[in-house]
């Protein structure tokens, strides 16, 4: 079993839509929680850090749920521009250790 | 200010030859990290160096890779006598001693013929 698993890909959603990506990680010492973004052929970027009573940065909203060991990304109102692949990460360990990456989810955001 | 920067961006290089795959991190953080991501692949971790720490391999996939770290700046990650399946994007990353997001550079596409 992979140790970050997320929905297979890809979606497919026209503008203005709500999507929402699912992960779940294995190891219950999991630490800290994140949304990477990665464009095409480019370099994965923090979208946002997840904490445990959830947290919402604009059209964005980002939860855990730590007994499921579960986490979950929320985008409303789809734009173009979020077009992307989403990676689940997570942290084991102490502060600034190794991260593990989810295989990510596709997003293709439609006019 | 600079990220994080690597070099070269394209490596492409016959099978059975070292290459060394160069990370600049951003100036001031402590931990440095290498990845690798295969084609429809997801980021793997392969080592993390972290001050004078000793760096943590153990995602380094066979003893044909290697990494260091000099002046606790710039880091190498060298792999000898490569494989085709050694094919991928290297990437670096950096943080602050107390910080979590990480900081990627661009990635050094290699391709093993």
């Known amino acids: 079993r992979k140790e970050v698993e997320q929905d297979p890909g890809p979606f497919n959603v026209p503008e203005g839509a709500t999507v929402a990506f699912n992960c779940t990680y294995s190891?219950?010492?999991?630490?800290?929680f994140f949304w990477y973004r990665q464009d095409c052929r480019k370099e994965p970027k923090l979208l946002m850090s997840?904490?445990?009573s959830g947290n919402e940065d604009g059209r964005f909203t980002a939860q855990l749920n730590r007994a499921s060991q579960y986490i979950s990304l929320l985008i409303r109102d789809s734009k173009l521009s979020d077009s992307a692949t989403y990676l689940c990460v997570v942290n084991i360990g102490n502060q600034g250790g190794k991260l593990i990456f989810g295989q990510g989810t596709e997003l293709s955001v439609k006019p | 200010g600079a990220g994080v920067s690597q070099s070269p961006s394209n490596k492409v290089t016959e099978k059975g030859k070292d290459v060394e795959l160069r990370c600049d991190p951003i100036s001031g953080h402590t931990a440095l990290y290498w990845y690798r991501q295969s084609l429809g692949q997801g980021l793997e971790f392969l080592i993390y160096f972290q001050g004078n720490s000793a760096p943590d391999k153990s995602g380094l996939p066979s003893d044909r890779f290697s990494a260091e770290r000099t002046g606790g700046s710039v880091s190498t990650l060298t792999i000898q006598r490569t494989q085709q399946e050694d094919s991928a994007v290297y990437l670096c990353?950096?943080?602050?001693?107390?910080?979590?997001?990480?900081?990627f550079g661009p990635g050094t596409r290699l391709t093993v013929t």
């Open positions: 190891n219950s010492a999991s630490q800290s």
């Open positions: 997840v904490y445990s």
């Open positions: 990353a950096s943080n602050h001693l107390q910080g979590y997001e990480q900081y």
